[in-house]
């Protein structure tokens, strides 16, 4: 990783996203370009005051740090301006904060935010105010988005982190389809048969991944369970107090419009830790628009 985008308010949320790139491993290489985008209606002390905090957070960053200031109408505007230096800057990872100035609670997130995650087109980190702890959890479906967020974990964050690779296999419905005895038992033995095939080869892709990623002198665990994805992340994230979840955009049950995945949205919705939410690169632009929207 070479070139951050990182866009500020000053908020808490914000100043956690420029904590976390300082734990970050980077070389002298690695260029940090600070983006102050604030409405209009705010003072330029405070897009001054909020790059100044950034810079203070970041710490002693070996790399490359430039900054600018940037005005808008709209939220929507805001998120364009991001997206759009991003794409200029070729941007390897956008950072913002989960939520700006008016957050309630960890369970909102910023309407930049998530303008950001819905429609970059690289990964994004949304990061909350929370202690950087060394453990990530890395969600992986089998997908080959899944994988890539995996291998991109492993490339951006230090080797005394531990990747714990998640794969959950949704739990199957329990109504039964018939009120006949033979027909349920013959329904319920598939549906047995189907969670042991799955466990097996859920068991053999974690395997072969985690292998690959250790290669790279990463601590990797495995864990496979049973229930909805978002939530077993969520669940897991909390129970081993990880700091980071890296999950991809979309999974096996992408659709077919430029949205977050119902996985990663919820995780980005209600994680208690920072997320990176992991999307190839396309060099095809979309703006969001203008849009009223509050935190």
């Known amino acids: ?19 976390h790139l300082s734990h970050l491993p980077h070389h002298r290489d690695v260029h940090v370009h600070i983006v102050a985008a604030l409405a209009v209606h705010d003072a330029a002390s405070i897009a001054e005051a909020a790059l100044k905090e950034t810079e203070e957070a970041l710490g002693s960053f070996p790399g490359h740090v430039t900054s600018a200031m940037s005005r808008a109408d709209s939220t929507g505007e ?13 941007a390897d990872l956008i950072a913002v904060g989960a939520c700006g100035r008016s957050a309630l609670d960890r369970f909102v997130i910023g309407s930049v935010a998530e303008g950001i995650a819905r429609h970059a087109d690289r990964p994004v980190l949304i990061a909350r105010d929370s202690t950087v702890s060394p453990r990530v959890i890395v969600g992986v479906d089998g997908s080959e988005e899944s994988r890539l ?14 990747l714990l ?26 549906v047995e048969q189907q969670i042991a095939t ?32 978002a939530a077993e992340l969520i669940r897991v994230a909390e129970e081993q107090k990880a700091g980071l979840i890296v999950v991809g955009a979309r999974g096996l049950t992408r659709v077919d419009r430029f949205l977050l ?12 830790c920072s997320v990176i939410v992991f999307r190839r690169h396309t060099p095809d632009k979309v703006s969001v628009g203008k849009q009223n929207a509050t935190c």
């Open 198 to 229: 799955e466990q097996k080869e859920g068991a053999r892709m974690l395997e072969t991944l985690g292998e690959d990623i250790a290669v790279g002198g990463h601590n990797v665990d495995t864990l496979l369970t049973i229930g909805n994805p």
């Open 78 to 90: 805001i998120v364009d301006i991001l997206l759009a230096t991003a794409d200029y800057a070729e």
């Open 1 to 19: 990783m070479k070139r951050i985008l990182f866009g500020t308010d000053g908020s808490a949320g914000a100043l956690a996203a420029a904590r």
């Open 165 to 190: 690779l998640l794969h959950a296999l949704n739990s199957p419905s329990g109504v039964v389809p018939t009120v006949d005895p033979v027909i349920a038992g013959a329904y319920y033995q598939a």
């Open 261 to 272: 995945g119902s996985v990663s949205e919820r995780v980005v919705r209600h994680a208690h």
């Open 149 to 162: 967020a995996a291998r991109f974990a492993a490339r951006m964050l230090p080797e005394d982190r531990t």
